[in-house]
T-cell receptor, first 113, second 113 residues
Framework: DVKVTQSSRYLVKRTGEKVFLECVQDMDHENMFWYRQDPGLGLRLIYFSYDVKMKEKGDIPEGYSVSREKKERFSLILESASTNQTSMYLC????????????FGQGTRLTVV | SQQGEEDPQALSIQEGENATMNCSYKTSINNLQWYRQNSGRGLVHLILIRSNEREKHSGRLRVTLDTSKKSSSLLITASRAADTASYFCATDGVIQGAQKLVFGQGTRLTINP
């Protein structure tokens, strides 16, 4: 079974903190994605990566950065957390090309206070 | 920007009835996928249909694709209470030469016993 593991299910951070969300996959997939999910807005792509050390901005990259030092690990970084970044964050992985299914982690519910 | 848009946003039916959800998208695709999300969890892949296919079945699921109208539908037959979830369509897109997966806003399906 493919496993996509996100480091935390629930996280509470203070405004201004630097926050790291980690995602690890065990399927040797090239593609990895970070989405945020908000009510009524569906899943919005923040960043994605198609190879080690490669990254591309998605639709809403502002306030975020990413790191992919190893193929199996894709980190999302909130440089200075703000309350409007309170959300559900979902990591996904998939093969290249994306003509097969993507696999999701269980999600991280982040609350910024 | 969102590629796929689901319709309706919410659907409530009685157990045993059929549920139909629609998805429209804007640009050319190689494939379209449907995912399911139970409350507060990650997404699970249901079915993938390629651009050269018109219909696909998987158990109680039936997916159609009309590339001329840029639309797809997901039919769940003989619905069960356990089908209560949110359903998302996703299309493959290319940005700066890299493939990504773009999701719609989802349809919230409630099956009443």
């Amino acid at each position: 079974d493919v496993k996509v593991t996100q480091s935390s299910r629930y996280l509470v951070k203070r405004t201004g903190e630097k926050v790291f969300l980690e995602c690890v996959q065990d399927m040797d997939h090239e593609n990895m994605f970070w989405y945020r999910q908000d009510p009524g807005l569906g899943l919005r792509l923040i960043y994605f990566s198609y190879d080690v050390k490669m990254k591309e901005k998605g639709d809403i990259p502002e306030g975020y950065s990413v790191s992919r030092e190893k193929k199996e690990r894709f980190s999302l970084i909130l440089e200075s957390a703000s309350t409007n970044q309170t959300s559900m964050y979902l990591c996904a992985t998939g093969d290249v090309p994306m003509n097969t299914e993507a696999f999701f982690g269980q999600g991280t519910r982040l609350t910024v206070v | 920007s969102q590629q796929g848009e689901e319709d309706p946003q919410a659907l409530s039916i009685q157990e045993g009835e059929n549920a139909t959800m629609n998805c429209s998208y804007k640009t050319s695709i190689n494939n379209l996928q449907w995912y399911r999300q139970n409350s507060g969890r990650g997404l699970v892949h249901l079915i993938l249909i390629r651009s050269n296919e018109r219909e696909k079945h998987s158990g109680r699921l039936r997916v159609t694709l009309d590339t001329s109208k840029k639309s797809s539908s997901l039919l769940i037959t003989a619905s069960r209470a356990a089908d209560t979830a949110s359903y998302f369509c996703a299309t493959d897109g290319v940005i700066q030469g890299a493939q990504k997966l773009v999701f719609g806003q989802g349809t919230r399906l409630t099956i009443n016993p």
